[in-house]
């Protein structure tokens, strides 16, 4: 073959992602090897946890910036580096079994689709994908290659949101009747802007065009894109929804056993085609479970210096909403569970005071009996665990995770249902979510899914 030739075919492979698509059955008990897309900001912190599992092993670096790879080098010295993705796949081959993905939203998808087709299991970021299509192409896809997946919520696992999952389901607070949720930060938080700025110089060292990916090709501009306040635009992150929606409605939907919604509902302010709006409240009707009371449950959300009404906390005098959080309204009173820190009971006349589980602890160690009620025991305290380690036992143990794609992929499609009631503001939207579907709502439907580059489509998962 000529050198052209193989060029050719090596460009169209590349260019159409044409992998073939192959299940391995490595004996995985000794070690996983493991590739990181994405390797400083989150990544490198996602790569350090993974790595300090006993079986992990990293034998590939991908990042689409060159500057970016000297931080983590000093950590774990001697790892190939690649600029793209695909090649990275293409050349490790047979030498790796797994991957973390820990770019921008708008790239989850992609590696992570193209990941489980080789038969290779994958950590991703949250949240999981940039629309409710992609979680849905993603969550059938990991169940059609029977590969072992965590989404990259890590909180999940900490003894905070635990605690607050056991208290809802051991009935402390009855059935609940209504969550509401809330975070500061407006969706645009990081460039305040509302339309794309002039275009600047790419550093050396970085591809913007790998960088882009999937997304609509525009011109590079210093500091509004990468890294990190990509988090802004519409073609890149997913707003204050989908940076928190995926952490905070977490202990929501694993406490209440939530899936698909019936509907949702915005009400948005500064939604426009280039960033996510300054502000919203956005309200999901789900079906009722057995941890919730009546039909249905309605979960909101606020966000952009929204909060809810504070007094349905039943908090006592001095005490104030956490600066992010839940509360749980319940048939027998409230759980206000803050964004990683312990959950409270309330009212505390009926529960007894809340304390912290380090202050019980010293006080057992003392052998200091409390004088008043305790609103949470040191017995109903959950411990935490390692998310990263969870996923690697998970594929040298064969088992699932608890924050696999079938429960991250349908948290990650109400998040970016949401996202889409947001730009209809007033709008109620009804879901089909088996049709994937919101039926008379086009221009809603429109927005499940996203126009893909030339050469960076994402195709459904396979039948
Ligand atoms: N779980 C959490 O607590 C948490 C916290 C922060 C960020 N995140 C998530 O992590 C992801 C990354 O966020 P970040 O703040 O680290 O962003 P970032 O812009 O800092 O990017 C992370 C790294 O990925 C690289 N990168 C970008 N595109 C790439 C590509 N196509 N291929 C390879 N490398 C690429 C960047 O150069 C950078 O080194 C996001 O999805 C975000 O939501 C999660």
Redesign the pocket.
């Known amino acids: 073959m000529t050198l052209s030739r193989r060029n050719f075919l090596r460009t169209a492979a590349l260019a159409t992602l044409a992998f073939p698509a192959i299940v391995r059955a490595r004996n995985l008990n000794s070690q996983v090897q493991i590739a990181a897309?994405?390797?400083?900001?989150?990544?490198y912190g996602d790569i350090g946890e993974v790595a300090s599992h006993p079986k992990a092993r990293f034998v590939g670096f991908?990042?689409?910036?060159a500057s970016?790879f000297a931080k983590i080098d000093k950590r774990h010295p001697g790892v190939t580096h690649f600029a793209d993705?695909r090649e990275m796949f293409r050349k490790l081959g047979d030498g790796f079994d797994a991957v973390t993905v820990?770019?921008?939203?708008h790239?989850?998808a992609l590696p992570t689709m193209v990941a489980m087709r080789l038969g290779k299991h994958v950590y991703c970021?949250?949240?999981l994908t940039h629309t409710a299509w992609e979680a849905r192409q993603l969550r059938l896809q990991a169940a059609r290659s029977k590969v072992r997946t965590q989404m990259?919520?890590?909180i999940h696992s900490a003894k905070e949101y635990r605690t607050g999952v056991k208290l809802i389901q051991t009935g402390r607070i009855g059935k609940v009747l209504a969550v509401h949720t809330w975070h500061p930060n407006t969706g645009n938080k990081y460039t305040g802007m509302t339309a794309a700025p002039a275009a600047g110089p790419v550093p050396a060292g970085v591809s913007w065009d790998?960088?882009l990916?999937t997304a609509p090709n525009r011109d590079y501009a210093p500091t509004v894109y990468?890294?990190?306040n990509?988090r802004d635009w519409v073609d890149f992150g997913s707003g204050t929804m989908g940076?928190f929606g995926c952490?905070l409605l977490d202990p929501v939907f694993t406490a209440l056993k939530l899936g698909a919604p019936l509907s949702v509902k915005a009400d948005s302010v500064g939604a426009n085609a280039q960033t996510w709006c300054a502000q919203q409240t956005i309200e999901w009707t789900f079906p009722g479970t057995e941890y919730t009371k009546g039909n249905t449950l309605t979960v909101t959300w606020y966000d952009g210096g929204r909060l809810p009404d504070a007094t349905l906390a039943l908090l006592p005098p001095g005490k104030t909403l956490s600066a992010a959080g839940s509360i749980f309204i319940g048939e027998l009173g409230v759980m206000m569970l803050p964004h990683v820190a312990m959950p409270s009971l309330y009212p505390e006349e009926k529960f007894g005071k809340n304390h912290n589980p380090g202050d019980l602890a010293r006080r057992a160690r003392a052998q200091v009996k409390p004088t008043d009620k305790v609103a949470i025991d040191l017995a109903d305290f959950v411990e935490g665990s390692s998310h990263y380690h969870a996923w690697v036992d998970a594929i040298t143990q064969g088992h699932e995770t608890t924050d696999n794609f079938a429960y991250a992929g349908p948290l990650t499609e109400a998040v970016q249902l949401g996202n889409v009631a947001s730009r209809f503001s007033g709008v109620k939207l009804e879901w089909d979510a088996v049709a994937m579907k919101f039926p008379g709502k086009p221009e809603a439907e429109a927005l499940l899914t996203k126009e893909y580059r030339k050469g960076w489509e994402l195709t459904a998962a396979d039948k």
């Open positions: 897309v994405g390797v400083d900001g989150k990544g991908c990042d689409i910036d970016r993705w820990s770019t921008p939203d790239m989850h970021q949250k949240p990259g919520n890590q790998l960088w990916g990468h890294p990190f990509w940076d952490h």
